[in-house]
């Protein structure tokens, strides 16, 4: 399973961005998927994780309110719309899949072998 991830850019604090999860490798229905965030001198740090379904999700509390996670299972992506975007925002947006793993889990504990090559989201005016 292989991510390609899209949609960051520069932003002015308080815009939008929605970003775009594609997979390819197999079909996304298998895994929760979620969003995770690098900057310099900080670990990643998961933003937001959902189910298979769709019907359970987690958000980090720096994001909660502000960002939306959804998955389009025909397209086999996942998004995340980023509202009220902060300049502490800004760094390279990920995302990873887990099968098997509760979503509050798999943003907050769960390791990953391998990353995409991320998007970066700058919010600076």
């Known amino acids: 399973l292989q991510f390609v991830e899209s949609g960051g850019g520069l932003v002015q604090p308080g815009g939008s961005l929605r970003l775009s999860c594609v997979a390819s490798?197999?079909?996304?229905?298998?895994?929760?998927v979620g969003w995770f965030r690098q900057t310099p001198g900080k670990e990643r740090e998961g933003l937001s994780c959902i189910s298979r379904s769709g019907d359970i999700t987690y958000y980090t509390d720096s994001v909660k309110g502000r960002f939306s996670i959804s998955r389009d299972s025909a397209k086999n992506t996942v998004y995340l719309q980023m509202n009220s975007l902060k300049p502490e925002d800004t760094g390279v947006y990920y995302c990873a899949a887990k099968t098997a793993w509760p979503v509050e889990a798999m943003c907050t504990r769960a390791r990953f072998p391998s990353w995409g090559q991320g998007t970066q989201v700058a919010v600076s005016s």
């Open positions: 490798g197999s079909t996304l229905e298998y895994y929760s």
